[in-house]
């Protein structure tokens, strides 16, 4: 039996799912068996420091820069990333090759009906700088205390009271098998993370034979919204761990795209919409219409 594709990943039962996913797409797409795709389970500073808020570690690329290495040092020919994950920035020596079919970009809520149906100066548990920025932004009596760790190490946490709610990706959710874990909340009230439900594949900038054997599996639709909201996020000088909500939607060749930015406490935020045929051009149009409008706590975040 011969290898014919590497696929590096993390470890986590999250991803060593959605790189199952890719393995089986591109078995599907090439006509390949299981056994012909192999991943490589690489373990990234995100993964091994656990007590701290992420943007506290420093440094930048927790979740990419070992499955980069491991990808420039041929260890693998193509790495499987939540694009969410992805720094704005990338490497040229790396690309961007294909997503698969975006999933479920709502956030779901466990613990609570809705936002407004947490006790009154309650607990929501979450590690990201835009849920506790919108969450205070809705909610300002409520507390937002630190959670890190897996989909199921949360999930423990609020079980075990360390909060009354908190908040994951529903895509995560549905992708471990907990379809019926919270309420989602509509994107009208909390507005997703940029690439939020997207599986992203990396290759070498110069292979062009690993970015044939990707390109076959890439939903287009996904990949135009995706770049577009991460364009929004280049426009900003922002990264993941920005208190920042962007999505776009493709109608036809038409590309819209909403995005929200807010002070880290929740005191103040701006929010807008665009739309046009090229995302990168939308997402630059959008961002400095942003910023003119933000007021001076939330432009401050942001050295475009
Ligand atoms: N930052 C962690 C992370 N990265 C991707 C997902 C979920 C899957 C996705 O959004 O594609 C999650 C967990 C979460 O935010 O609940």
Same mark, same amino acid.
């Given at each position: 039996?011969?290898?014919?594709?590497? #696929?590096?990943? /993390?470890?986590?039962?999250?991803? #060593?799912?959605?790189?199952?996913?890719?393995?089986?797409?591109?078995?599907? %797409?090439?006509?390949? /068996? =299981? $056994? =012909?795709?192999?991943?490589?389970?690489?373990?990234?500073?995100?993964?091994?420091?656990?007590?701290?808020? +992420?943007?506290?570690?420093?440094?930048?690329?927790?979740?990419?820069?070992?499955?980069?290495?491991? +990808?420039?040092? !041929?260890?693998?020919?193509? *790495?499987?990333?939540?694009?969410?994950?992805?720094?704005?920035?990338?490497?040229?020596?790396?690309?961007? *090759?294909?997503?698969?079919?975006?999933?479920?970009?709502?956030?779901?809520?466990?613990?609570?009906?809705?936002? %407004?149906?947490?006790? *009154?100066?309650?607990?929501?548990?979450?590690?990201?700088?835009?849920?506790?920025?919108?969450?205070? !932004?809705?909610?300002?009596?409520?507390?937002?205390?630190?959670? /890190?760790?897996?989909?199921?190490?949360?999930?423990?946490?609020?079980?075990?009271? =360390?909060?009354?709610?908190? +908040?994951?990706?529903?895509?995560?959710?549905?992708?471990?098998?907990?379809?019926?874990?919270?309420? &989602?909340?509509?994107?009208?009230?909390? +507005?997703?993370?940029? &690439?939020?439900?997207?599986?992203?594949?990396?290759?070498?900038?110069?292979?062009?034979? &690993?970015?044939?054997?990707?390109?076959?599996?890439? $939903?287009?639709?996904?990949?135009?919204?995706?770049?577009?909201?991460?364009?929004?996020?280049?426009?900003?000088?922002? $990264?993941?761990?920005?208190?920042?909500?962007?999505?776009?939607?493709?109608?036809?060749?038409?590309?819209?795209?909403? *995005?929200?930015?807010?002070?880290?406490?929740?005191?103040?935020?701006?929010?807008?919409?665009?739309?046009?045929?090229?995302?990168?051009?939308?997402?630059?149009? #959008?961002?400095? $219409?942003?910023?003119?409008?933000?007021?001076?706590?939330?432009? /401050?975040?942001?050295?475009?």
């Amino acid at each position: 039996m011969a290898i014919r594709f590497r #696929l590096g990943t /993390r470890g986590s039962p999250l991803a #060593l799912t959605q790189a199952g996913m890719v393995r089986d797409a591109l078995c599907a %797409a090439h006509g390949w /068996r =299981e $056994d =012909e795709v192999t991943l490589v389970v690489i373990r990234t500073t995100g993964d091994r420091v656990q007590d701290r808020a +992420l943007a506290e570690i420093g440094g930048k690329a927790l979740w990419t820069k070992e499955l980069d290495r491991a +990808l420039l040092d !041929r260890e693998i020919d193509a *790495a499987v990333h939540s694009m969410k994950d992805v720094e704005t920035i990338r490497p040229p020596a790396i690309r961007i *090759a294909a997503m698969l079919p975006r999933a479920d970009v709502r956030d779901r809520l466990i613990g609570a009906e809705t936002i %407004a149906a947490i006790v *009154a100066g309650g607990t929501v548990g979450t590690s990201s700088p835009r849920r506790r920025a919108q969450v205070l !932004r809705l909610r300002p009596d409520l507390n937002v205390v630190l959670f /890190r760790g897996n989909v199921d190490t949360r999930l423990a946490k609020l079980a075990a009271g =360390e909060a009354d709610a908190t +908040l994951l990706a529903a895509a995560g959710l549905d992708r471990l098998g907990r379809e019926g874990i919270g309420r &989602a909340i509509p994107t009208d009230v909390m +507005l997703p993370a940029p &690439a939020q439900g997207a599986v992203g594949i990396e290759v070498r900038s110069d292979d062009e034979g &690993a970015a044939m054997v990707v390109a076959a599996i890439d $939903d287009p639709a996904t990949s135009a919204c995706v770049l577009a909201e991460r364009a929004f996020l280049a426009a900003l000088g922002a $990264d993941c761990h920005s208190p920042v909500a962007a999505l776009a939607g493709l109608s036809g060749e038409m590309l819209s795209l909403r *995005a929200e930015l807010i002070a880290e406490d929740g005191s103040a935020g701006v929010e807008g919409a665009g739309e046009g045929t090229d995302g990168s051009v939308v997402a630059a149009e #959008l961002a400095a $219409d942003l910023l003119a409008r933000a007021p001076d706590v939330v432009r /401050r975040l942001f050295q475009p």
